[in-house]
């Protein structure tokens, strides 16, 4: 072998270990970092140094989608190409069809490709000349494209990618494919932990919109229990002492489950709290409360809801329902009565609507109760609902009282449904009526 061949081996050996040497490190680097904005930067970096590249793109698949979403770019035009760059699955592109094929790609000329599409050198003003573009797989599953645009020679002209350059880059994707999934993974499991804190502080916040202490002398017992069927949910119930004479016991049920509707319920208990301080009169409040939702209605979402007002002083209980299920009362005899008004809308759906109240005598061991919808929808297997018969004769035959009542009302419902029966949110309060004099 001539010297001059000699030397050439030499240099083209020298050429390799540092190509290797210069990819193997890009590795360390890239998986040095689980922050996914970061660890994207750096692949794209290091493929358009380790390739000689004058320009690099990563494209990941959207799991909602499946389209190709450019997170990061680099190069002349990269800032503008990450703004403009999102392909969808179907259309004709060579991104797509290397996500589609899962087999990388090499074109000399970008521009006698069919599937190349020169909207975005127009708009970004970047000339695409050639292109190496492969899958990017991690645990034999596609989570994107790498591709690397204009391989520059050591006088920096543009020429074509070659199958050497493919091998080398695809060494490069498969070490850049894990950094990513890491990163990514972790991404998931941040926010996922970000979010059950977030949820644990909204359940705690929403608990403290509730009262603690609930009234239990030897006049009246009120007992409350409130289950979401997430972590937080649109029921809610409210009890003031207005004064020693008249309590108020509110519960309203906003459909929908989970944080907005959580927020949506307690902005409608906060107003409930302001007005209860200026009136007195159920129907007033609630066309009042009414007014005020009304005010900020969203759409598809609606508030049933349900006053009583104990006056222990004159013996009566005054009731308003918006749209809400009928309360109950049980006599000290066993009886059960449904107390309903005239219909009354659920809130917010229009201004100035009637509610019009009704007014009941209290006597001594009366049980007043009052729910939401999830116990009467709860389903068994064959799909029958548990329904109001079912909850009027839990109400004449349960002897216990306040809260283990309460308890075996929740055990009979859960005993009732289907294991696999997704719940709406339970919410009872029961009101227990002892001797009213004072």
Not at 223 to 228: D, E, F, G, L, S
Not at 282 to 304: A, C, D, E, H, Y
Not at 392 to 400: C, G, L, P, V, W
């Amino acid at each position: 072998m001539e010297p001059a061949d000699r030397d050439t081996r030499v240099v083209d050996l020298e050429a390799k270990i540092g190509l290797l040497q210069a990819i193997i490190g890009a590795g360390t680097i890239i998986n040095s970092t689980l922050d996914l904005g970061t660890v994207l930067e750096q692949v794209m970096t290091s493929a358009k140094e380790v390739m000689s590249a004058e320009a690099s793109t990563v494209l990941l698949v959207e799991e909602e989608t499946g389209d190709l979403v450019c997170l990061t770019a680099t190069g002349p035009a990269g800032d503008r190409f990450k703004e403009l760059f999102r392909i969808e699955r179907d259309t004709n592109s060579i991104a797509t069809w290397v996500a589609a094929k899962e087999k990388p790609l090499l074109i000399d000329d970008a521009y006698t490709d069919d599937r190349f599409c020169p909207d975005y050198d127009r708009q970004t003003g970047f000339r695409t000349q050639s292109i190496m573009c492969l899958p990017l797989k991690a645990r034999g599953k596609l989570i994107g494209i790498a591709q690397v645009i204009n391989k520059h020679d050591h006088e920096g002209n543009v020429i074509p990618f070659d199958e050497e350059d493919r091998e080398h880059f695809e060494a490069f994707c498969n070490q850049a494919a894990v950094g990513i999934e890491n990163a990514r993974l972790y991404h998931q499991v941040l926010r996922r932990s970000v979010m059950e804190r977030d949820l644990e502080v909204a359940a705690q916040i929403q608990q403290s919109f509730m009262p603690v202490n609930l009234p239990q002398n030897e006049r009246i017992s009120v007992h409350a229990r409130c289950v979401a069927a997430m972590d937080i949910g649109g029921d809610m119930y409210d009890v003031f002492e207005i004064d020693d004479d008249n309590i108020l016991v509110a519960l309203g049920d906003v459909s929908g489950k989970g944080a907005s509707a959580a927020l949506y319920m307690a902005s409608v208990m906060s107003d409930l709290r302001g007005l209860a301080l200026r009136e007195r009169d159920p129907s007033t409040i609630m066309s009042k409360l009414n007014n005020l939702v009304q005010g900020r209605f969203i759409r598809g979402r609606f508030i049933t809801f349900v006053l009583m007002l104990f006056d222990l002083k004159h013996g009566t209980m005054e009731l308003a329902n918006a749209g809400h299920p009928p309360a109950m009362r049980t006599r000290s005899d066993g009886t059960v009565d449904l107390i309903s008004t005239d219909a009354g809308i659920p809130l917010g759906f229009y201004a100035d609507a009637p509610y019009p109240s009704r007014k009941e005598e209290l006597r001594a061991g009366d049980r007043f109760f009052v729910y939401t919808d999830g116990f009467i929808e709860a389903p068994d297997k064959r799909g029958d609902l548990y329904g109001i018969d079912r909850l009027e004769k839990f109400m004449s035959t349960e002897e216990a009282r306040g809260e283990e009542w309460i308890n075996r009302l929740y055990d009979r419902v859960h005993s009732f449904a289907a294991p696999d029966a997704s719940l709406d949110d339970l919410t009872a309060v029961i009101c227990e009526i002892g001797g009213l004099t004072p």
